[in-house]
T-cell receptor, first 111, second 111 residues
Framework: SQKIEQNSEALNIQEGKTATLTCNYT??????LQWYRQDPGRGPVFLLL?????KEKRKERLKVTFDTTLKQSLFHITASQPADSATYLC??????????FGAGTTVTVRA | DVKVTQSSRYLVKRTGEKVFLECVQD?????MFWYRQDPGLGLRLIYF???????EKGDIPEGYSVSREKKERFSLILESASTNQTSMYLC??????????FGPGTRLTVL
């Protein structure tokens, strides 16, 4: 079955720096990959979707890359702010509109 | 904006009780999902429904059942609650765009 690994459970960075999160997967070739943000005690909120034929996608200060050869997606938060502190989840599409989620990486941005 | 609501934010039940968790979405989505989220394990799919009265088992259906009598409502039922079902339960919905919209979650404690 497919396996998804996110680089680490926690990432602490200084305000203004770039946070880079990694999502690696095995035993699968997804047609697309999504990133979600989850605040404590809340449900995840969709951020970005990138398809297998897209190398890079941007939304404001967020950038996602997708390398199907390496089976890896990178998620960047540039010019990070304390308000970006949250847990970020990557998700691979399975068939029939189902998603398989990683365990998440918790980002803490220090002022 | 898509809105997904869940019947309770916090719930405390006793072992052996029958528990109902309800989820309602207001965007006429075909697909609805129930997940549980535990620390370090990420989101795990319990059940999935792609139409009224249709359901499909996810990765961890044991001990759970679901009901979808109306398109907007998807209920999760714990037939006989056990302590290992203490968790955060998240409901989500999606149309054919694959992005999932989550409710706020129900934190269930089984004593």
């Amino acid at each position: 079955s497919q396996k998804i690994e996110q680089n680490s459970e926690a990432l602490n960075i200084q305000e203004g720096k770039t946070a880079t999160l990694t999502c690696n997967y095995t035993n699968y070739s997804p047609a697309y990959l999504q990133w979600y943000r989850q605040d404590p005690g809340r449900g995840p909120v969709f951020l970005l979707l990138i398809r297998e034929n897209e190398k890079e996608k941007r939304k404001e200060r967020l950038k996602v890359t997708f390398d199907t050869t390496l089976k890896q997606s990178l998620f960047h938060i540039t010019a990070s702010q304390p308000a970006d502190s949250a847990t970020y989840l990557c998700a691979l599409d399975l068939n029939d509109y189902k998603l398989s989620f990683g365990a998440g990486t918790t980002v803490t941005v220090r002022a | 904006d898509v809105k997904v609501t869940q019947s309770s934010r916090y719930l405390v039940k006793r072992t052996g009780e029958k528990v109902f968790l309800e989820c309602v979405q207001d965007m006429d989505h075909e697909n609805m999902f129930w997940y549980r989220q535990d620390p370090g394990l990420g989101l795990r799919l319990i059940y999935f429904s792609y139409d009224v009265k249709m359901k499909e088992k996810g990765d961890i259906p044991e001990g759970y059942s679901v009901s979808r009598e109306k398109k907007e409502r998807f209920s999760l039922i714990l037939e006989s609650a056990s302590t290992n079902q203490t968790s955060m339960y998240l409901c989500a919905s999606s149309s054919h765009t694959d992005t999932q919209y989550f409710g706020p979650g129900t934190r269930l404690t089984v004593l």
